[in-house]
């Protein structure tokens, strides 16, 4: 069912600060900041030959990545995003396995226009999934 | 500098069951479990289309992954690992740029074979990050 890793999201303290370690110490394609008001992120994306990195930096008052920050003030790997090639047959397979979809159930539009879904980390040894339909 | 995502490793509390959730729920390509006695570790290695997922768990009672479990007991993702040409020529512009290199600094033969190093997670926004020269 699942098919390539699409990216791994990194939520950072200082979005500046980690862009510019990537681009110049780690030496990758780091592209400019993108506000993602409807996901309360602002993101970087790093490209690599064969994936992504997501920089992921709190926006707005309702972050849902501001609880991760204040518990890994350091920042760290906050989720990865597996593809698949149809989102609603990947849900109901996992629903009917017993695991956990995240918020109502629903796909969502996600930051790269695509429906996207997250799963419980408690499902997923403590990682939290996203699943993105390509 | 930084080439490929060579993998993401996640520390799972039960080999057996990750491995079956990834090949049976998730539908990937899963191989058999892999002692590696020098590295602490036992693995299942997941092939996705464009990258791999490496599952570990500890393996002797010195395992490196084990004090992770201990603080993480669901499990969680333990490091990511890029590709790099030349190991050497990356560590000594790593550690010129301030970057703390785990271990003696010297590169060790990794789970693939290879020449391996870790950076510290507190110089790369949390994440711990392995080199691997291919």
């Known amino acids: 069912m699942i098919g390539r890793l699409n990216h791994v999201a990194i939520a950072v303290p200082d979005l500046q600060a980690a862009a510019a370690q990537y681009r110049d110490t780690l030496g990758a394609h780091v592209g400019p ?77 996600g930051a790269h226009g695509k429906p996207v879904l997250f799963l419980h980390p408690k499902d997923f040894n403590g990682c939290l999934i996203e699943l993105e339909e390509i």
């Open 33 to 109: 900041a993108q506000d993602e008001p409807d996901h309360g992120v602002t993101v970087v994306f790093i490209e690599l030959p064969n994936t992504k990195i997501e920089l992921l930096y709190p926006l707005g008052d309702d972050s849902p990545i501001r609880g991760f920050l204040d518990k890994n003030p350091s920042g760290g790997i906050h989720h990865m995003c597996f593809e698949v090639a149809n989102i609603l047959e990947a849900r109901d397979k996992l629903k009917s396995e017993g695991a956990r979809v995240l918020g109502n159930g629903e796909p969502k539009i």
